[in-house]
Nanobody
Framework: QVQLVETGGGLVQPGGSLRLSCAAS????????MGWYRQAPGKQRELVAS???????VYADSLKGRFTISRDNAKNTVYLQMNSLKSEDPAVYYC???????????????WGQGTQVTVSS
């Protein structure tokens, strides 16, 4: 079983920054792509950014330039640096990971429990 634990959420003023972390633990063969999604009240969950295990990234168009995704494969951790936070950014931020439990098994998608980001003065 794989667990994903997000940390780093909280309250920040408009224009401020936060860094989210998501650490994977458990027993697995390899983690492939990892990503961040967010869901605001009354809205669908949407992609923020994703990153492959060799560092290729994809961003939501509206967030390019403000958010940066990165990962540390040795720590099985993905990060999301969020700068210039705006009033439209508050949401629960979730990480996910595409994981091969064993060499022979197919890839499975795991989700973290989410971390709240609030932007308010």
């Amino acid at each position: 079983q794989v667990q994903l634990v997000e940390t780093g959420g909280g309250l920040v003023q408009p224009g401020g920054s936060l860094r989210l972390s998501c650490a994977a633990s458990g027993s697995f063969f390899r983690i492939n792509a990892m990503g961040w999604y967010r869901q605001a009240p009354g809205k669908q969950r949407e992609l923020v950014a994703s990153i492959t295990n060799d560092g290729n990234t994809v961003y939501a168009d509206s967030l390019k330039g403000r958010f940066t995704i990165s990962r540390d494969n040795a720590k099985n951790t993905v990060y999301l640096q969020m700068n210039s936070l705006k009033s439209e950014d508050p949401a629960v931020y979730y990480c996910n990971a595409n994981v091969k439990p064993t060499f022979y098994s197919v890839e499975r998608l795991y989700w973290g429990q989410g971390t709240q980001v609030t932007v308010s003065s």
